[in-house]
């Protein structure tokens, strides 16, 4: 899973701090420190979620965001950490009626715009 995930948000071509663009070799160390938070937090929604889970999803998802602040310019962080959300909520989740409401956020702009608030409730001033 790290490769196609890796793969995915190669594609994204976002701009590296050090110039051009973020290589496998920046995200490598990233994913491995991220990813079993993001992902033991998305498959807990799979049973159906409370707001407090989805919460803690999201700020784990800035806090993803921030560690990347070194390696990647700008809104590109957010676009990252959006993308690694919705695939692992794709791949992890299976679709039923109890978490249909959770494949549609990820397939809209909405997850995106749950990030971006939960950052402006972590970080207030930033």
Sequence with gaps: MNTAILTTLLSLNAAARSG???????LTPWLDSHLPS????????RDGATWA????LLEAAVQAGQALKP???????GLLVAHLVGYLIRELVPVTPATAWLHALAQSGVLSGLIEAAYRRVFPGG
């Design 53 to 56: 889970e989805v919460g803690a």
């Design 20 to 26: 051009g663009t973020v290589t496998a070799d920046q």
């Design 71 to 77: 390696i990647v310019l700008g809104t590109a962080r």
């Design 38 to 45: 993001l992902r033991s937090r998305i498959e807990a929604l």
